[in-house]
């Protein structure tokens, strides 16, 4: 079991996340805020071997809020059961409120140096938590080593990029402007 936690480089929040590796499964807890609201929710994955996300659960201690979702690793989803089609063909998850998901496309697809994969991505919007699907672009600048690596990551849908540092399990030190790791 391996313990990160990040804070918002905004200074307001905190997340302390659990994790094992293989195969890949973690919980968190997220405190922070947006212009409107404060918030504190609690999540949890599952992957498979092959690194799909195979369950993500989002649950607000604030209000009755929860999200249940659950795939095939083919890229179909359901919410409880119910079918999600506007989801069909999205492997992984974004939870805005983290950087941690960022390591789920980066580890599955061990991209080498100067490799690109565009992805759709479950995209969970916090503390809503209403979910889309969208666009997203990563990038090997340096594969993930003993070291460190770097990906670059692009938002299709928004236009926003961010150069990711990762640690050697390919989960994010720090993601500029967003989130810093405490040491």
Known sequence: MHDVLWEPDDGVG????????????????VLGATDDERYRI????DCDADG???SVSVDSFDSEKRLRLSADGEGRWDD???PI????GCLDVDISATPFTNALPIRRLNLA??????LSMVYVSV?????SAVRQRYTCLDPADADGGRFRYESLTSGFSAEIPVDSAGVVRDYPSLFRRVE
């Open 14 to 29: 905190l997340e302390h996340l659990r994790y094992d590796l293989e195969p890949l499964s973690a919980e968190s807890v």
């Open 42 to 45: 609690r999540y949890a994955l």
């Open 52 to 54: 799909r996300v195979r």
């Open 80 to 82: 409880d059961g119910a």
């Open 85 to 88: 089609p506007e989801l069909d």
């Open 113 to 118: 140096t100067g490799e690109s994969a565009t």
């Open 127 to 131: 503390p809503s938590l209403t979910v």
